[in-house]
T-cell receptor
Framework: AQKVTQAQTEISVVEKEDVTLDCVYE???????LFWYKQPPSGELVFLIR??????QNEISGRYSWNFQKSTSSFNFTITASQVVDSAVYFC??????????????FGGGTRLMVKP | ETGVTQSPTHLIKTRGQQVTLRCSSQ?????VSWYQQALGQGPQFIFQ???????GRGNFPPRFSGLQFPNYSSELNVNALELDDSALYLC???????????????FGAGSRLTVL
């Protein structure tokens, strides 16, 4: 069975600090996708990144970067120079091939990030 | 393009009652999924609808049911409400993704249900 673990339930940093959110996953499939979503207080989940299991290149998008290591089944997310607007709950999710219409996401428990001014 | 819209945003029910939650998918998306998010936890997959049929279900009892309409909008129905059904119910829409699981889901802001 697939599983996603986000061991950090809550992180508090001061603005401009760098912060890394950890994600560890379990799956028996060789083909799968990993996602990060952000959930602000308004409630909707906002898509941040998708990575497939065959692409282990790290990715950078502005202040955000992601480190995918298949050997350790981890997909960590780093925010550089954090800002107050980064305060939210962040979810890591795993998707496996499911059916011909879409996919089912397995989410981790989330990490609440609080960035203080 | 409009995103995913859900209604109502908040509602309160008592144990044993029934509830219907509604979702309009993003323009161009024909697949709708529903997730339950209990307080302080990650979302859990309830089921998915494609071509007006349920084609995937998580570990939820039959009293959780749904519909998808020809315009791709969807309803989630929960019968015989229990206290543990109190949660944020999230709807997500997407394009069909084949067997890859690559779909990016677009989520609505959710319907917060409180069962007393």
């Amino acid at each position: 069975a697939q599983k996603v673990t986000q061991a950090q339930t809550e992180i508090s940093v001061v603005e401009k600090e760098d912060v890394t959110l950890d994600c560890v996953y379990e799956t028996r499939d060789t083909t799968y996708y990993l996602f990060w979503y952000k959930q602000p207080p308004s409630g909707e989940l906002v898509f941040l990144i998708r990575r497939n299991s065959f692409d282990e290149q790290n990715e950078i998008s502005g202040r955000y970067s992601w480190n995918f290591q298949k050997s350790t089944s981890s997909f960590n997310f780093t925010i550089t120079a954090s800002q107050v607007v980064d305060s939210a709950v962040y979810f890591c999710a795993l998707s496996e091939p499911y059916n011909n219409a879409g996919n089912m996401l397995t989410f981790g428990g989330g990490t609440r990030l609080m960035v203080k001014p | 393009e409009t995103g995913v819209t859900q209604s109502p945003t908040h509602l309160i029910k008592t144990r044993g009652q029934q509830v219907t939650l509604r979702c309009s998918s993003q323009s161009g998306h024909n697949t709708v999924s529903w997730y339950q998010q209990a307080l302080g936890q990650g979302p859990q997959f309830i089921f998915q609808y494609y071509r007006e049929e349920e084609n995937g279900r998580g570990n939820f009892p039959p009293r959780f049911s749904g519909l998808q309409f020809p315009n791709y909008s969807s309803e989630l129905n929960v019968n015989a409400l229990e206290l543990d059904d109190s949660a944020l119910y999230l709807c997500a829409s997407s394009l069909p993704g084949g067997y890859s699981g690559a779909n990016v889901l677009t989520f609505g802001a959710g319907s917060r249900l409180t069962v007393l």
